[in-house]
């Protein structure tokens, strides 16, 4: 029987713009996606009697049928004709409903991973079209891009660098539901991306870093302002949300900032404080 390891990484948007409502009930977004190195660890087996979905989270288990790697694994069967079992076990680190896209990695990384052992090629639009039917964030962690410009829902992706920096992420407890979040929007108007050069790094811009879910979530959680403005005391060069939130991130250029990192850790409850790259 044979075992395959795979690495599903998470990603902050370092810019989410918002730009119209559409009749399917999504946003047409511009957002520059990030890989960061932080992973959850999906093993698959394959040839295996039954199936079966080990799902190792420190906050519980997700129903099968809800469960992105479920989904995944199904529809890949479905539009492959792949009779075979599997085992799944999916060891989680990224945090759930954080704002770093963990549910949508891990379906892509189901989709890449069974694409490996069965001999399809990566580039397959089959494989495009079940990421899309997963989720907006599915199809930037199928791309081989580690940053992208993220288009239409986020699914129409331009590559884009992945500037080098140290990235202090604190994701506190909870989780925030993203269609609560656009629903709450209350977009009324269609409006023009500020679009950023390639040039610089985004938080190089004059505009800095646009979120337009930043006023909405710390309106309704005040907190997150809070660790907003105690980030930017430790001198980073900018600071921002991811996604939908909660999860807060700090910019660093030059050095790691092991001393803010360990501050933070030790003086922060009912939060995770994690230290990160950019993925080259
Ligand atoms: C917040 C982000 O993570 C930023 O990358 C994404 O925009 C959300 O991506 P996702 O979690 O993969 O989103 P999905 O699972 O496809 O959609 C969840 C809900 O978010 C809303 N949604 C999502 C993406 C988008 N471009 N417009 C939307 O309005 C829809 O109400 C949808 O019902
Ligand atoms: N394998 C999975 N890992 C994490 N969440 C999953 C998974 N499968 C389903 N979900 C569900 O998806 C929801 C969003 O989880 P996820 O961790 O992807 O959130 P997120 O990082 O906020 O996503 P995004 O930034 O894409 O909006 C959760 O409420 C969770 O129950």
Redesign the pocket.
């Known amino acids: 029987m044979k075992k395959y390891l795979f690495l599903s990484p998470a990603k902050l948007?370092l810019v989410?713009q918002v730009l119209s409502r559409r009749e399917d009930?999504?946003?047409?977004?511009y957002?520059i996606?990030q890989k960061i190195d932080l992973f959850d660890e999906i093993e698959i087996k394959k040839g295996t009697l039954d199936f079966r979905l080990d799902f190792i989270s420190d906050r519980g288990d997700i129903p099968l049928e809800e469960n992105l790697v479920y989904k995944a694994y199904i529809k890949f069967k479905e539009t492959f004709r792949i009779n075979e079992n599997h085992h799944i076990r999916v060891k989680k680190t990224i945090p759930i409903g954080a704002?770093l896209?963990g549910g949508?990695s891990n379906a892509a990384t189901i989709l890449k991973g069974l694409a490996y052992i069965y001999g399809i090629d990566r580039e397959e639009p089959l494989l495009y079209s079940i990421a899309k039917s997963l989720?907006?964030?599915?199809p930037f962690f199928l791309s081989p891009y580690v940053a992208a410009i993220?288009e239409g829902?986020?699914d129409v992706l331009i590559p884009y660098p992945s500037f080098q920096a140290w990235y202090l992420l604190i994701c506190p407890n909870f989780e925030i539901s993203?269609?609560w979040?656009?629903?709450n929007l209350g977009l009324t108007n269609s409006k023009n991306p500020v679009y950023y050069s390639t040039e610089v790094s985004p938080w190089r811009h004059p505009q800095g870093l646009i979120n337009d879910f930043k006023a909405l979530v710390f309106n309704k959680f005040p907190f997150l302002k809070e660790l907003e403005t105690k980030l930017k005391t430790f001198g980073c060069c900018a600071v921002s949300l991811s996604?939908?939130g909660p999860t807060i991130f700090g910019i660093f250029e030059k050095e790691p900032p092991f001393y803010v990192y360990e501050t933070l850790k030790r003086t922060l409850k009912e939060v995770k404080v994690f230290l990160l790259q950019n993925l080259e």
């Open positions: 948007n989410l009930g999504y946003h047409n977004l957002t996606f704002g896209g949508s989720g907006a964030d599915v993220g829902i986020g993203t269609k979040a656009y629903q996604g939908t």
